[in-house]
C-alpha cells in the first residue's frame, strides 16, 4: 500500500507567477484535501474535493483552486502568487468524505514565494 | 464555529515519564476529535481519534487520549515517554454542523529529556 505522495518537495516562485502542486492518493482514498501551513502554526484547510467535485472550501481566494483526476490523484494551483503565499503545503487522502475518516498526509511541498 | 486549543506552545518531559499534551475545543454539535504528529520537514502521522463511545481511546506507538465532555477537552497522554517521542503534536476537530474539513490547533512541541 502506497501512501500519499507529493511533488515537488519544494519550490522557488517570485511573486505574480503562477504554481502548480501535485498530489497522488493514497491507493484506494477518494477523497482528497488540501491545507496551508505557514511557519509555526497549525494547517489551514484550503478546500477538499470527492469524487472529481469540490465539496468544501475554506477562508482562501479563488486564485487558489485546485482538480482531482479519475484516478484519485490532484493538483493545487495557486495564481498571482504573493509573498504571504510561502508555505508547507500538505495533500492529505482519505478512505471516504464522512466526518469520521481520518486524513493521511504526504509529506508537503514547501513553496517559497520571493 | 468550531476550534481548538493548544494552550502550551512546548512540554518538556523526562525519558520514562508519563506525558500529557492538552487540548480543548469548541464545537455546535458533537465532536470528532483527532491527535497527529509532525516529525521535522514531514507531513502530518495520524495517531488517533474519537467519534463516540468509550471515553478513552487508545492509538498508535503508545498514545491514548481522553475525552472529556464537560471540560470540552481532548488530552494527549503516554505512559512512559520515549526519547523517539519528541516532535510537533496537533489536536484537530470536525463537527457536523459545518465544512467537512478538520481545524487544527496551533501545535505543542513535545520535547523528551534523556
Known amino acids: 500500500e502506497t501512501g500519499v505522495t507529493q511533488s515537488p518537495t519544494h519550490l522557488i516562485k517570485t511573486r505574480g507567477q503562477q504554481v502548480t502542486l501535485r498530489c497522488s492518493s493514497q491507493?484506494?482514498?477518494?477523497?482528497v484535501s488540501w491545507y496551508q501551513q505557514a511557519l509555526g502554526q497549525g494547517p489551514q484547510f484550503i478546500f477538499q474535493?470527492?469524487?472529481?467535485?469540490?465539496?468544501g472550501r475554506g477562508n482562501f481566494p479563488p486564485r487558489f483552486s485546485g482538480l482531482q483526476f479519475p484516478n484519485y490523484s490532484s493538483e493545487l494551483n495557486v495564481n498571482a502568487l504573493e509573498l504571504d503565499d510561502s508555505a508547507l503545503y500538505l495533500c492529505a487522502s482519505s478512505l471516504d468524505s464522512s466526518y469520521t475518516s481520518p486524513l493521511h498526509f504526504g509529506n508537503g511541498t514547501r513553496l517559497t514565494v520571493t | 464555529a468550531q476550534s481548538v486549543a493548544q494552550p502550551e506552545d512546548q512540554v518538556n518531559v523526562a525519558e520514562g515519564n508519563p506525558l500529557t499534551v492538552k487540548c480543548t475545543y469548541s464545537v455546535s454539535g458533537n465532536p470528532y476529535l483527532f491527535w497527529y504528529v509532525q516529525y521535522p520537514n514531514r507531513g502530518l502521522q495520524f495517531l488517533l481519534k474519537y467519534i463516540t463511545g468509550d471515553n478513552l481511546v487508545k492509538g498508535s506507538y503508545g498514545f491514548e487520549a481522553e475525552f472529556n465532555k464537560s471540560q470540552t477537552s481532548f488530552h494527549l497522554k503516554k505512559p512512559s515517554a520515549l526519547v523517539s517521542d519528541s516532535a510537533l503534536y496537533f489536536c484537530a476537530v470536525r463537527d457536523k454542523s459545518g465544512a467537512n474539513n478538520l481545524f487544527f490547533g496551533t501545535g505543542t512541541r513535545l520535547t523528551v529529556i534523556p
Open positions: 491507493s484506494g482514498h477518494n477523497t
Open positions: 474535493y470527492y469524487r472529481e467535485e469540490e465539496n
